[in-house]
C-alpha cells in the first residue's frame, strides 16, 4: 500500500478537513478500495472474455478490441468470423503495458 505522500507537518492547514469518526473511515475505505482496486478488479473478471467485455474494460469500442487483435496488439481466440474470446490473463497483461507506456511517456 502506498505511504503519505507528505509527512503531515508538510500539510498545509488549509489542505486539512474536518470530519467525524465516520466520515473519516468512510474517506479510508475509499483510499483502500482505490489502492487494492486494480487486483480485486483482476480476480473478478471471468476467465475468457467477450469482445464486448473487454471493449467495455478498455473503455472503447468492439470495433476498436478487433482492430488491436488484427494488428497483433492484443491477443485473442477466433470464434467465427467476427467474434473472438480473450483469456483474462492476456488482457490483464495488454492494460499492463498500455500503463508502463503511459508512464514512460509522462
Do not use: H
Amino acid at each position: 500500500m502506498g505511504a503519505l505522500k507528505k509527512p503531515l507537518e508538510q500539510i498545509q492547514p488549509s489542505k486539512l478537513i474536518v470530519c467525524t469518526p465516520e466520515e473519516l473511515q468512510a474517506l479510508v475505505r475509499v483510499a483502500v478500495r482505490a489502492e487494492m482496486g486494480d487486483r480485486q478488479q483482476a480476480e473478478e473478471l471471468p476467465e475468457y472474455m467477450t469482445t464486448q467485455q473487454v471493449a467495455d474494460l478498455l473503455q472503447t469500442s468492439t470495433r476498436n478490441v478487433r482492430y488491436m487483435v488484427t494488428r497483433k496488439e492484443l491477443r485473442a481466440t477466433r470464434l467465427g468470423e467476427r467474434e473472438y474470446r480473450f483469456a483474462r490473463p492476456d488482457v490483464l497483461e495488454y492494460l499492463d503495458q498500455q500503463r508502463q507506456k503511459a508512464g514512460a511517456g509522462a
